[in-house]
């Protein structure tokens, strides 16, 4: 499993032909405290850099993109419930959505762990 | 995930290296770099309930209106008794402009020196050149550029600022005046209301800017006080039901919209003599086209500004503030509701991204106000103790 990062601080876990995707720990700390997130329904497609999720703050809605084009297998049922999760495990069990690839070849150009913390560093 | 930020010239405040040393995340507002949080805006708001909260508001305007005449040269454009403000006693009051419309929403206390104004830091030099405009030549109009302006709320705001400033405690809701701080053998005069934009007890202490820091340091080092910024300033103002310039109120609300009749004096309304009184006493008496309501939302996704609300298929209103409660534990917000649909107890639904969400109108506070008035008074039934309120936070 390899993981890829997005300039608009999105993570994207790939296994084979199918993905999980999140916010990164840096992305859910500058939105401060989490109270709703908005996932997508499992068979909906979205596209690379393609408004995919809404997370919402105590202060302000934000888009999370699609990193890569695909199909949606599945939501995370647990943040209708506690969308704090996103705060406390953003790069685990506050995982957004799971998809599948339409096109691996999309991966190219994503940032892999050392050239997010770079680009974070440089923020 | 988006990003919002805006770059735009940025001035900065007497408490700017202050906030950052705190751990503050400063944002653009009002035209000035102010901490938007510290530790989080939900821990910063339920601090601010239980106990107290250090607010820096230096960005609002301080002006001292003075002169023969100047509580009647400003009545022309309020709507309010400021002939019959006493001595050390403050009010809530608003800026008319001729139709009657709100120009902006500010306090107004008797000091020594003249009328004592809080206005609004992003409509503040709108507000001066208003003033100007409108007000008679041999009267004073003086900003204090040179005072910061803190806010320390909460239920134990009192013990806090009275440990630092003996006397404080002496002084009800809405009452004002002048203190001398002990500042360590270097004594400030401070000028100290108890009012607030939380809901909450608590004070409102302007402060000659040059020793706004060493007044922060002492504050924020009593046990009972932590920091608070813009972020919990807007999100304890919404529960607390008080309106903020710019969102709730502008300059096509008038008070009788804004639910804020009891800023509209007796006197005034009797003589019918304040800018747009024609208008504004019918729609008082009749109600208004649209009102200022407070609404719940059934589930837990935010409704926020400018999303419509609607009763089947009619647009029956529109969102002005709307957020998270982190006292109720779930979204709340005010809206602008159509006559036939501005009342407490009715179902109508929100449309957010396509979506519709299921909100109830509910009467305001959301929170109650724990005000420490000089005479102990019931809130009303219908919610209409709005009381007054200091001025503006941030989104």
Redesign the interface.
Known sequence: MTRYFTD???WIDVDGSTATVG?TSY?QE????I??V?VPASGASVSKGGEAA????????????APVSGTVTEGNAAL?DD?SLVNSDPEGAGWFFKLTLADPGELDGLMDEAGYKAFVAGL | ????NNLQEVLTLPLDGWHRAKGARMVPFAGYAMP??YE???AE?LWTRESAGLFDVSHMGQLILSGDGADAALEAVTPSDLIGLKQGKQRYSMLLNEDGWIEDDMMVARAPMGLYLVVNGSEKAKDIAFLRAHLPDHLTLTHLEDRALLALQGPKAVDALARVVPGVDRLFFMEADSFIWANAGDPQPLWISRSGYTGEDGFEISVPADHAVALADVLAAQPEVKPIGL?AR??LRLEAGLPLYGHDLNDTTNPAMADLGFAVAKRRREAADFPGAASILIELNQGPPLTRLGFIVEG???V?ENVELFDGDRSVGFVTSG??S?CLGQ?IGMALLEENWAKTGLTLEAEV?GKRVPVKTVPMPFVPHRYHRAISRQAKPDGSDIAPHQTKGA?
Do not use: N
């Not at chain 1, 500058?30 to 405290?33: A, F, T």
């Not at chain 1, 809404?54 to 809605?61: D, H, I, T």
């Open positions: 608009e601080h999105e916010i992305a500058q939105l401060g405290d109270v709703f908005e809404v997370v919402e703050s105590v202060k302000a809605a934000s888009d999370v993109y209708a969308p | 995930m988006s990003d919002t938007i949080q989080g805006i939900m708001h972020g807007d999100s837990r996704q935010p926020r957020g998270h982190p979204p991204r989104k």
